[in-house]
């Protein structure tokens, strides 16, 4: 299994940024997939996850700002990160679920990637 996140980088508040996750290694359509984020010190968060029925849910704090997605024909998930805030700024990672279903607990998920930095600053 391998997920190699992009997208990340400097974006000023109210801006926009795309994480691309790119996945390999297993069946992708048919498994849930979910955006942690990690800030040096801090507990691992919970982002947003979306089922292999493509049913999604989101952590309060980025519901209505935050859409995650998924391609299964090009084995990739998406996070479209809108009116980004300093409290976005985080390491966000890909993760892989042990079954069909998204949810936001941490043992659900058994493979990461590498993470992608996003700074929210002006």
């Known amino acids: 299994v391998q997920l190699v996140e992009s997208g990340g980088g400097l974006v000023p508040p109210g801006g926009s940024l795309r994480l691309s996750c790119a996945a390999s290694?297993?069946?992708?359509?048919?498994?849930?997939m979910s955006w942690y984020r990690q800030v040096p010190g801090q507990e691992r968060e919970w982002v947003a996850g979306?089922?292999?029925?493509?049913?999604?849910t989101y952590a309060d704090s980025v519901k209505g700002r935050f859409t995650i997605s998924r391609d299964n024909a090009k084995n990739t998930l998406l996070l479209q990160m809108n009116s980004l805030k300093s409290e976005d700024t985080a390491q966000y990672y890909c993760?892989?679920?042990?079954?069909?279903?998204?949810?936001?607990?941490?043992?659900?998920?058994?493979?990461w990637g590498q993470g992608t930095q996003v700074t929210v600053s002006s």
């Open positions: 993760v892989k679920g042990r079954w069909r279903l998204a949810t936001n607990t941490l043992a659900a998920y058994d493979y």
């Open positions: 290694g297993f069946a992708f359509s048919n498994y849930a």
């Open positions: 979306i089922s292999a029925s493509g049913s999604t």
